[in-house]
């Protein structure tokens, strides 16, 4: 089956502090989104992103599917952006496949 | 998108017991997944749900253990049985977009504990 793979596993910031966060999978896919998990085990949709580039307010994402890579890109982080992130694909309708993800930790 | 309501939110069980968890998705949606997060891991598929047949179950999960309903377009229950504490983990339910072009929707989770 397809596999996911994200880096860093661990990342730890400053506020205020830009990062890059980085999914690779080993075979095309339809449909791949990110989100991140609240510390409570809510999972957050951040970007639905098979292709292409989206923003949203400090976040945005990247997807070039002919390469088979994502990234996620946040900027002036914040506390509240700590958590887990997670990149997951899927092909043809089958239920979503998730990588290990990358857990975050913004300090004041 | 179809918005996904996922009860209990959580549950202290004692071991041996049942827990039977419920999902009620907005609209009709085809597919209903269902994935296990154990502490400080990703998720897991469990197994697809579909309405009016059998759930087709991933590798490593059995029906005696994880038995699923599905009995219409909008519902689906996933029962975890004879509890230990190593059941003790997040489920989610996820549905398929009720269009293309549309992500997939997650329900809240349900966080078991099992003592």
């Known amino acids: 089956g397809i596999q996911v793979e994200q880096s860093p596993p661990d990342l730890i910031l400053q506020e205020g502090a830009n990062s890059t966060l980085r999914c690779n999978f080993s075979?095309?896919?339809?449909?791949l989104q990110w989100f991140h998990q609240n510390p409570w085990g809510q999972l957050i949709n951040l970007f639905y992103i098979p292709s292409g580039t989206k923003q949203n307010g400090r976040l945005s994402a990247t997807t070039v599917a002919t390469e088979r890579y994502s990234l996620l890109y946040i900027s002036s982080s914040q506390t509240t952006d700590s958590g887990v992130y997670f990149c997951a694909v899927t092909q043809a309708g089958t239920a979503l496949i998730f990588g290990k993800g990358t857990t975050l930790s913004v300090s004041s | 998108s179809a918005v996904i309501s996922q009860k209990p939110s959580r549950d202290i069980c004692q071991r041996g017991t049942s827990l039977t968890i419920q999902c009620q998705v907005d609209?009709?949606?085809?597919?209903m997944f269902w994935y296990r997060q154990q502490p400080g891991q990703s998720l897991t598929l469990i197994a697809t749900a579909n309405q009016g047949s059998e759930a087709t179950y991933e590798s490593g999960f059995v029906i005696d253990k994880f038995p699923i309903s599905r009995p219409n377009l909008t519902f689906s229950t996933l029962t975890v049985s004879n509890m230990s504490p190593e059941d003790s983990s997040i489920y989610l339910c996820?549905?398929?977009?009720?269009?293309?072009?549309?992500?997939?929707?997650f329900g809240s989770g349900t966080r078991l504990t099992v003592v």
């Open positions: 609209s009709q949606v085809t597919m």
């Open positions: 075979d095309s896919v339809n449909n």
């Open positions: 996820s549905a398929h977009p009720l269009l293309s072009g549309y992500g997939y929707t």
